[in-house]
């Protein structure tokens, strides 16, 4: 079995086609090519080592483990420090080459150091292993056919590739790994790839303007974690790269994050635009476009990084789990409810983009009718809140808010740029948005809690009301929004971070706190004037980062360690955008008119 038992141990490889998740003690546990949703060739993040990993490091157990990211890259140095000497071992996947390879550099830093590696892939109890004379060794099994370059002599056993070799002072000794289709990197280019993916990583993040934020160091990371999750090709971005860690310890809240959210893509275009990465929003938009172009009114809740379904979501029984949490999934039958709140997240994206000066395309106005027009028509549909709990239909508070953001955001762009107020078209969605907003204020609000609570007709609260200030829906100063914020701080607030929902709540017993819920509880805060507390709570957020900078989904204040898919890009790109607001620089594109 791998040792490695915490998410925090692990840091991420990525190329902008696909991901790994590389552990402190040098195993790569998490590998899926050629794409992020493909199946996956080393999966011992979700069993043990017999399910696909690649282990690297010394033979004797070190004194003492660094690892950093090389700066503003991801390129993983970690050094391991022995009795007899110390290796420093770069990890990283080319970013600069038209193929997929994952790139492994071993250097002697003094002493002589006995160093192992053993590669198996998952499926491998009917592997292949081919080792030639060259150098280079072939794996083949049920996902998949992989080749390995090294100049060390390898050795094929018990369906794997292993090799001990012992590295001295000054000495380099480099892997490559590519899909079997691939022509891959030879050796002798290990360093020239480094050097390239290097500057891949820097020439990008260069673009980000240190000055516009308290917080340099943190937001950097959080924006190359979240270009490392976003699709070459596409333009896409997934959740995350990884399925099934749990919510909860040794629970079945396990989902496959490996798709594109469109909840996420106004998040993701209003943090990249603050930032300042137009070509990335672009990318992003025009991704939705073409996505949303081929439906007919009716959004689908996620999609693959090429536009095409969600796969049927099914239990794979060969895996264990983490920590023996099960079942794990492949695909996500989320994406097949009626989540009514993607209405106003698709049009809003639409918006952020135009405020932002990316020009409209001509199918722009074409979608943003049709999905008015599926919406007017089937305004009191009830459906899945945004957390896809799976249940009866309600109507969720922010799936009403969400709707009157999609009715808004249309209604601006046509009273500006097409027939105006007075079109009966837009004069009904006028209408009903106003009808929206009376009716949130009416059947949301609980006057005995004194708070904007989950759904109509019932008394949970949801963190997710704190966006209402964050989309322009309500000021957050406003007298019940401003309740709304305490009631929630003090009964989701725990350990200075905020949960989703109470603690014990039958949603989810043992859920701990929800990082961007408590992002937006720092936006809140500020947006009303409490700039103190607003920093005090968006760098609780920062303090249970893992040490290379990366958040997942959730923290448990109670065992002190993150929860859920990691990295979580909707983590990252809250901690984006509320560095900015409470800088001081975000621009600010959801406000004003």
Known sequence: MTTTRSIEDYALLADGRSAALLSRDGSIDWLCWPRFDSAPCFAALLGGERDGCWHLAPVDAPRRVN??????????????????????????????????????????????????????????????????????????SSCGAVTLRTDVPLEARAHSLQAIFTVRAGQRVAFT???????????????????????????????????????????????????????????????????????TPGGDLNWDYRYCWVRDASFALEALLEAGFHDEARAWRDWLLRTLGTSHGRIHVAYCVDGSRVPRERCVESL????????????????????????????????????????????????????????????????????????????????????????????????????????????????????????????????????????????????????????????????????????????????????????????????????????????CLYLRGDEDAAREQFERVLAVANDVGLLAEEYDVRTGTLAGNFPQALSHLAVVKTALLLSGSAKGHRRGS
């Open 320 to 523: 264990a789990g983490w920590q023996g949490a099960r079942p794990v999934r492949f695909g996500n039958a989320a994406a097949t409810q009626y989540q009514p709140d993607v209405f106003g997240e698709g049009l809003d994206c639409l918006y952020l983009a135009r405020r932002a000066g990316i020009d409209p395309t001509a199918d722009e106005v074409d979608l943003e009718a049709r999905i008015v027009g599926w919406l007017l028509e089937h305004s009191d549909k009830p459906g899945s809140g945004i957390w896809e709990t799976r249940g009866a239909a309600r109507q969720y508070t922010v799936s009403r808010v969400m709707a009157w953001v999609a009715l808004d955001r249309f209604i601006k762009h046509w009273c500006k740029d097409g027939p105006g107020a007075g079109d009966p078209f837009v004069q009904r969605a006028i209408e009903q948005r106003d009808k929206f907003h009376e009716e949130v204020g009416t059947h949301a609000w609980d006057a005995q809690q004194g708070a904007f609570v989950r759904c109509y007709g019932e008394t949970g609260l949801d963190a997710s009301v704190l966006l209402m200030p964050l989309v322009g829906f309500m000021r957050a100063d406003e007298p019940r929004m401003s309740a709304t914020i305490d009631v929630i701080r003090r009964e989701l607030g725990d350990g200075g971070l905020i949960g989703r929902w109470r603690r014990g709540d039958d949603l989810a017993p043992n859920e701990g706190t929800f990082l961007a819920c408590s992002c937006w509880m720092a936006d």
């Open 177 to 247: 790994l590519c899909p079997d289709e691939c022509a891959g990197l030879d050796t002798s280019t290990a360093v020239p790839a480094l050097h390239d993916t290097q500057r891949h990583w820097r020439r990008w993040i260069n673009d980000f303007d240190d000055s516009r934020t308290l917080w340099p160091q943190a937001v950097r990371r959080s924006l190359l974690t979240l270009k490392a999750l976003i699709d070459r090709s596409s333009g896409a971005m997934v959740a995350a790269p990884t399925t099934s860690l749990p919510e």
């Open 67 to 140: 690892r950093s990211y090389q700066p503003d890259t991801l390129v993983v140095e970690t050094e391991h420090e022995c009795e007899p000497g110390s290796v420093r071992v770069t990890d990283f996947m080319a970013a600069a080459t038209g193929e997929p390879c994952l790139v492994r550099i071993v250097e002697g830093l003094h002493g002589s150091v006995a160093v192992r590696t053993a590669l198996q892939l998952r499926g491998a109890v009917a592997a292949k292993t081919t080792v030639g004379n060259n150098g280079v060794a072939t794996v083949c």
